[in-house]
């Protein structure tokens, strides 16, 4: 009797084992991508050299503002050698903490959200931000960011905002 009550239960379990859902490739290839892009945020200003494993050979970001550094394309080389080395401590001297409030991903890329905190050149930066990762062969392809056009304006760069005469 024991053994017919112990076969049982091992049947049992093994069954139940085999119905656990399995992750589709699509679901695992997600995952990997965002995975990727918290790696990137993670490893940008301690170990640059592991965000940069990261980038495919064709990979370009851009921020999508329409002042100054708006819309211009940078490469894998050049965003570390002088957008992250020259251009973001010149405008955020004392750097920048990013917390991540949400996230969607999918097989093709990543959005991540972000709340800024940070003390501009010019005063108090607390922007909000959304990155979009693309990714390709398994790196990350593309990398836009959108954020405040006036709170960079004007916390970052030497904008004044005057009021339009009615």
């Known amino acids: 009797m024991r053994n017919i009550l112990f076969s049982i239960m091992l049947i049992s379990f093994i ?3 085999q119905n656990q859902p399995q992750k589709s490739e699509k679901e ?7 995975k990727m892009a918290q790696s990137f945020f993670d490893n940008l200003f301690t ?3 592991v965000s940069k ?31 992250f080395k020259n ?8 750097g920048i ?24 050149k010019n005063g108090e930066y607390d922007n909000k931000y959304v990155w979009i990762f693309k990714m390709k062969d398994g790196l990350i392809y593309s990398l836009r960011e959108y954020n405040s056009d006036i709170l960079v304006a004007t916390q970052l760069y030497d904008y004044k905002l005057t009021p339009i005469d009615n």
């Not at 695992?28 to 965002?34: H, I, P």
């Not at 990261?54 to 708006?70: K, Y």
Request: proline share 4%; charged share 20%.
């Open 87 to 94: 251009i973001i401590p010149e405008i955020l001297p004392n």
């Open 53 to 83: 494993s990261l980038l495919h050979n064709d990979f370009t970001f851009s921020w999508m503002g329409i002042i100054e550094q708006g819309g211009v394309l940078w490469n894998r080389d050049n965003l570390f050698d002088e957008y």
């Open 97 to 120: 903490i990013l917390n991540t409030v949400d996230t969607i991903y999918d097989e093709n890329g990543v959005a991540i959200i972000q709340e800024g905190d940070a003390e501009g």
């Open 28 to 34: 695992l290839k997600s995952e990997a991508n965002l």
């Open 47 to 49: 170990n640059p050299e």
């Open 15 to 17: 069954i139940s084992c």
